[in-house]
């Protein structure tokens, strides 16, 4: 892109930077930020410490099926130790070992979850360094400057931030405009731009001001900062069961009880047969029973998903809004900077009848030299590219700046007066001037509109000498996306400013479902409505403070980390990156933190079936040896298969964490597809894989002595 | 199986898949909005019956309201039943000369009556008198088979309503499933069993001399009035004690093949009912096709082990194959008109639809046989189920199954475009909950304590199959007993009667309820998100889900009991 003029102000190049600009926004911060992986060796020792001061029954309590799993362990242990002097050795050794692994299986469990919370943790302690204590200039009273503790601010003092210097709080800018490095909470090393009015007013406490001075009102107290808020959302210090989580809890507490029940009762079914059962044995065969692997990882999943986001620089408020994400059936996408890069280009000239068209170019030229907007440049830069039009500003020339009262720029030098802007404005110029408009232009401009363009005119005096076109240029890649989307059953819905015309044109380029034209706030929220009261749930991206009641109507609502205070505390999720394309990326997440869940659920479940069949015919072998017919793994001994299915529980636990932590594959398809694939896997890998791991552990525990 | 018995399964399986969903459609529009075939013969009849039982027929209640109405109706119903078999020595039509029938089994009975399931602690041609039989029994095998249809129809408004408040009118529900659907196919079965030779008397009983010259007295009775409710309305009460053996009950092939279609034809056509008013026909076909799999696996498995005789004799080397002049297979305990076939179809539907009605003994099942139809109501009786309780019990496993592989597709679990969430789940987990805990917890007192334990008859693991049998058919709602087991004592009669109260209604309570909360429910539009439900995958993992979840529970008592027994323990 080439610079017309002199450079705004004193701002880096790099502010120009668009977010549209940054589809991979994830990567880009990949690279600037020092990841840490799942099993780094600082989270994993923190996690081990973590998963014993987890044993705590009154944490415990709140996963019932672990809790149940470690009352079973503290009897078995008072029974190990009663038993020491009186049972035989072997049956100690048993007991023992039994008691152990039970402890391992409450520990997994910990451990899981320790583990998920660990990457949160480093992450909120690197945001602590960058809540230090700083000293805030305030503007006193009769505009002197007060030194003050930025931990005694409140919300509407105003502190100067110049050049260097931390901004001491939360808060909006009032004057001025500076460029700012954000890296402290996004990761980005590129300088962001901060400036008063607009919707690019917001500034975050614990960020640096790198050139300028602005003056900044306070709007959040300390120790209530975005800072403070991030810190205990990636630390999960007050993380909420989810809806479907509370659900799936009460289902698994369900089954928790029928199996108690089972066990429980078995005794005296047990006693009646004459095989009375040892209450080791009873509380092994629970704690293989009962939903372990889904009920040791259900909180980590929950976790991770939280943090995978995390790990893409989006923050969601709530784990709520994570499983909402992977509910949404509309996405409502802006069309600006979403689907299409930010802003329109100049892309087409159209000279009026008996108008040279490198005049044209030069007075499109000239009269956009003054327009500062990214439209404007583009013009300057395309008549140049294209039609080889040369010359800077004319010496003793008066530039007429674009405003949006006027909506033309222009230039005004040696008695020439050149404008350029919306056919309505240039036209009524025209004719003030004592011109008109030629049928021709307006045909062209009806065609460049139809055609999804915008059509400026440039005139001369009385004299219209053409059309400018400026299009917009659809991101690549959209239309893929956009049919994966509908594979997966979601709609996309673009919101633009645009009229139907252009709307509909962009919208069959870009491969949406539908549109929104002449979007106004009222519309967005008439839209929202309408698809919720359809039974849809509806994601959309805003940034600006008319945007703040859609955000906050919608199901999940993602504010751009650039936008307004008002955006950001409307929606339920801050993308820290300012990347509308990544509200794709965060159905996905959501979307696969679900199908996480609900695969090990089913693995879990369907693990049972072998497990009883290790360990029913070990508990009655003694009294009824024909029972070993249903011992078709041939499992060494009694006390070594039940050994066996109790290891592979708490084995599997561990086994599964990585799985649970990063999530299981995810592939856009439809849900039939998904369905037929998870259910191949952990349906019926959960049936038959636990037939072949109890026999392989059976193996190697009877070669080691259990009998 | 033999040849002759995949006749009679194919003959069976053909005549249903014929007449099942035509009755399926006809019910979904008289339950569904809009006039219904009929309006014209029925309409002034139940509007009649409306004005004086002072029902607003446009009047829609809450599921809380429906609850009570139902419960209301219940409670009046055992009560009535309970007074009725007291003072049946004082009332009329009583040409046996039936006396008062003591507390305990009068409630058991009334209890047994009202609640679908049958369970006949006394031999009705000797215990109660025609009175009660007719106005009493007969009554309630079609009012509770009704208000087992009404069940089902109420969840299937809640699953297919809109965001609505109320799910139906039980008065208008009950009434209209007795006067268009039950009556009228009882009336019609019960000629045909007249013409088949199943009895319809009044007389007194006959007097007859035997050939070695004994006089034997030969009770009658309205008989095939009552068995073609017995069987429709999945009841199962005989009016005989040998029930279905009895060949004034079921006297031929022809009778016994009838009986069994008819107790597969209301609970199948509701799938057809559910397809057509969800606006979804596979929706209905999947649930359909679980549920035959279920059946035709245990009719299969039932047939198969007795037909093949019973093992202990044929270790010993004796022939049990069928062969002119022998009937084959494991003949104790069998009529010879049935055969191992007719009693091992008959069996694994009576079980698999919570009639209980019986034509063979079940404890002289061979000991895998006996375990067939203690599974088949183990699963929850959903093969196809009773009349009404079949349907609504698979929709909870549905609801259950999609709940828990549901999240797989990456979406949070939702059925018919009904979001299954935690009020759901808690109905859900309730309802899975009650029957388990119901037949563990009174089998495992029944076998810890000396005197219920005394009333066993065999000992060992065949003794354990008794007690659970009789607690799973008692929770269950099913009504058949597997004997061997004297259970007109006072601590069956009570815990077998509180068995069917709560396996009964502590069911249907919670169902109305997801009903309720399904039907205030927003739907969300079906796409290619949405998790399928229509396909034959999920049949899959419905029938997975109900075999593992349900079927599991009672692995343990199983191993003890019948496969302990099977294996040779």
Redesign the interface.
């Known amino acids: 892109m080439v610079h017309p003029g002199p450079p705004p102000a004193t701002l880096p190049a790099t502010s120009e930077a668009d977010p549209a600009d940054r589809t991979d926004g994830d990567r880009h911060t990949d690279e600037t930020r020092a990841k840490r992986s799942l099993l780094d060796p600082t989270i994993v020792r923190r996690a081990l410490r973590d998963a014993i001061v987890k044993l705590d029954p009154r944490v415990m309590v709140r996963n019932p099926v672990m809790f149940v799993v470690e009352v079973g362990s503290v009897m078995t242990t008072v029974l190990f130790f009663a038993g020491l002097g009186s049972s035989s050795s072997a049956e100690n050794v048993f007991a023992g070992l039994v008691t152990a692994w039970l402890w391992f299986t409450v520990l997994f469990a910990n451990f899981a979850e320790a583990v998920a919370e660990g990457r949160g943790k480093a992450q909120a302690d690197t945001l602590r360094a960058a809540r230090t204590e700083t000293v805030a200039h305030v503007i006193g009273a009769g505009g002197a400057l007060v030194d003050t503790p930025s931990s005694e601010l409140t919300v509407g003092d105003r502190v100067v931030c110049e050049a260097g210097t931390v901004i001491p709080g939360d808060g909006t800018v009032v004057e001025g405009i500076a460029s700012v490095d954000e890296s402290a909470i996004t990761g980005e090393s590129a300088p962001v731009i901060r400036e008063s009015g607009g919707d690019r007013s917001a500034v975050t406490g614990g960020t640096r001001v790198l050139s300028d001075r602005i003056v900044v009102e306070i709007t959040a107290e300390p120790g209530d900062t975005f800072i403070d808020r991030m810190i205990s959302l990636v630390e999960g210090a007050d993380r909420q069961k989810t809806?479907?989580e509370?659900?799936?809890n009460?289902?698994l507490?369900?089954?928790t009880?029928?199996?108690l029940?089972?066990?429980?009762?078995?005794?005296?079914?047990?006693?009646?047969?004459g095989a009375p059962q040892t209450v080791l044995v009873l509380v092994a065969l629970l704690v293989c029973?009962i939903p372990t692997t889904i009920g040791a990882l259900l909180s980590a999943i929950g976790i991770a998903g939280m943090d995978r986001l995390v790990q893409r620089n989006v923050l969601a408020m709530s784990g709520r809004a994570v499983?909402a994400a992977?509910?949404v059936?509309t996405l409502l996408l802006d069309k600006t900077g979403t689907i299409t890069y930010g802003d329109r280009q100049a892309t087409e000239l159209h000279a009026a009848p008996g108008v040279d068209i490198a005049d044209l170019a030069v007075a499109a030229r000239l009269s956009s030299l003054a327009d500062e907007t990214p439209e404007g440049r583009s013009i300057v830069s395309l008549t140049a590219e294209r039609y080889g039009a040369t010359g800077e500003n004319p010496a003793g020339a008066e530039l007429v700046a674009f405003t949006a009262q006027t909506r033309m720029s222009g230039i005004d030098v040696d008695g020439r007066s050149i404008r350029k802007g919306a056919i309505d404005s240039v036209r009524a110029w025209v004719v003030a001037n004592g011109g008109s408009v030629p049928d021709a232009i307006v045909e062209v401009a009806n065609e460049v509109a139809a055609a999804g363009g915008t059509p400026l005119a440039v005139a001369e005096g009385t004299r219209v000498l053409g059309v400018v076109q400026l299009s917009d240029i659809v991101k690549e890649g959209m239309r893929e996306r956009f049919d994966l989307l509908?594979?997966?059953?979601?709609?996309t819905v673009m919101i633009t400013g645009d009229n139907p015309l252009t709307a509909k044109a962009i919208a069959a380029e870009a491969g949406v479902d539908d549109f929104l034209a002449e979007a106004t706030p009222e519309d967005k929220m008439a839209l929202i409505r309408r698809e919720q009261?359809?039974?849809?749930?509806v994601a959309m991206t805003g940034d600006g403070t008319n945007d703040a009641p859609a955000l906050a109507l919608a199901d999940v609502g993602v504010a751009m980390n650039t936008g307004t205070q008002a955006a950001k505390e409307a929606g339920n999720m801050i993308d820290l990156d300012s990347n509308p394309t990544k509200l794709i990326e965060v159905v996905e997440v959501?979307?696969?933190l679900?199908?996480t869940?609900?695969?090990l659920?089913?693995f879990s479940?369907?693990n049972?079936?072998a497990k009883?069949f290790v360990i029913?015919?070990a508990m009655?072998m003694v009294?009824?040896?024909?029972?070993n017919?249903?011992n078709f793994m041939h499992l060494a001994s009694p006390r070594s298969a039940i050994l066996s299915a109790v290891i592979f529980n708490a084995l599997i636990i561990v086994a599964l964490i990585p799985l649970a932590l990063r999530g299981v594959q995810?592939r856009a398809a439809?849900?039939?597809a998904?369905?037929?694939r998870?259910?191949l896997i952990?349906?019926l890998g959960g049936l038959v894989l636990p037939f072949i791991a109890i026999k392989a552990i059976d193996v190697v525990i009877s070669h080691l002595g259990v009998k | 199986m033999t040849a002759h018995a995949w006749e009679q399964l194919a003959a069976i399986v053909a005549i249903v898949a014929i007449a099942a969903p035509p009755l399926g459609f006809y019910l979904a529009r008289v339950f569904g909005d809009g006039p219904a075939p009929g309006d014209r013969i029925f309409g002034p009849v139940e509007r009649a019956i409306y004005r004086i039982v002072g029902v607003d027929p446009d009047h829609e209640q809450r599921w809380n309201v429906y609850a009570m109405s139902l419960l209301a109706f219940s409670v009046a119903s055992v009560v009535v039943l309970y007074a009725m078999q007291r003072l049946q020595g004082h009332l009329p039509l009583d040409p046996t000369g039936a006396h008062s029938i003591d507390p305990a089994l009068s409630f058991n009975t009334a209890v047994s009556f009202v609640t679908n399931t049958n369970w006949q602690n006394y031999a009705g041609e000797s215990t109660m008198s025609i009175f009660t039989s007719m106005v009493g029994l007969a009554v309630q095998n079609f009012v509770s088979a009704a208000v087992g249809i009404t069940v089902a129809i109420a969840l299937v408004r809640g699953l297919t309503r809109d965001g609505a408040r109320t799910i139906g009118n039980f008065w208008v529900d009950l009434i209209r499933a007795t006067t268009r659907v039950l009556l009228p196919i009882a009336l019609v079965a019960a000629i045909v069993f007249v013409s088949q030779g199943v009895i319809q008397t009044f007389a007194a009983p006959v007097h007859a001399h035997t050939i070695t010259g004994a006089t034997q007295v030969i009770p009658g009775g309205p008989v095939a009035s009552q068995e073609s409710i017995k069987m429709l309305g999945t009841n199962g009460g005989g009016y005989f004690g040998a029930n279905s053996a009895h060949p004034f009950e079921n006297p031929n092939g022809v009778t016994n093949l009838l009986q069994i279609v008819l107790m597969l034809l209301i609970p199948f056509a509701l799938t057809f009912t559910f397809g057509r008013l969800a606006k979804d026909r596979r929706q209905g076909f999947v649930l359909a096709a679980a549920m035959f799999l279920i059946w035709f696996a245990a009719a299969f498995a039932l047939t198969s082990f007795e037909s093949a005789g019973n093992p202990r004799l044929t270790s010993r080397g004796v022939d049990q194959s069928m062969s002119v002049g022998r009937v084959g297979g494991n003949m104790e305990g069998k009529e010879t008109r049935f055969g191992a076939a007719g009693s091992g179809l008959f069996g694994a539907t009576s079980t698999g639809t919570s009639t209980g009605a019986v034509n063979a003994s079940h404890d002289s099942f061979t000991a895998a046989g006996g375990a067939v139809p203690l599974v088949a109501m183990m699963l929850g009786e959903i093969s196809p189920g009773g009349v009404g309780a079949g349907l609504y019990g698979i929709l909870i496993f549905a609801l259950l199954a999609v709940f828990i592989a549901g999240l797989m597709v990456g979406r949070t679990p939702e059925y018919l475009g009904k979001k299954i969430q935690a009020a759901e789940m808690k109905l859900v987990v309730l309802y899975i909950l009650v029957t388990p805990l119901v037949i563990l917890a009174f089998t495992a007192l029944s076998v810890a304590f000396a005197g219920p334990r005394s009333a066993i008859l065999n000992h060992g693991p065949h003794g354990l199959t008794e007690v659970t049998y009789a607690f799973t058919s008692a929770a269950n709602n099913n009504g058949s007993a597997f004997g061997g087991l004297s259970t007109n004592t006072t601590w069956y009669n009570t815990t077998l009667g509180i068995a069917m109260l709560l396996g009964r209604f502590m069911l249907i309570i919670p169902v109305l309820a997801i009903a309720g909360s399904l039907a205030r429910k927003k739907r969300v539009p079906v796409n290619a998100g949405t998790f399928p439900t229509g396909t034959p995958l999920f049949t899959g993992l419905l029938v997975g889900v109900i075999v593992i979840m349900v079927g599991l529970t009672f692995f343990p008592v199983l191993a003890l009991g019948p496969i302990v027994e099977r294996l040779g323990g």
Request: glycine share 12%; no cysteine.
């Open positions: 809806p479907n509370i659900a799936l009460i289902l507490a369900g089954l009880l029928v199996f029940l089972a066990v429980v009762t078995l005794q005296p079914f047990a006693v009646y047969s029973l499983e992977g509910d059936s509908r594979s997966m059953g979601i709609r009261s359809g039974g849809h749930l959501g979307k696969q679900l199908i869940r609900g695969a659920t089913t479940i369907a049972d079936v009883y029913i015919p009655f009294v009824f040896p024909h029972l017919e249903l995810f439809g849900a039939a998904i369905l037929r998870n259910l952990y349906g």
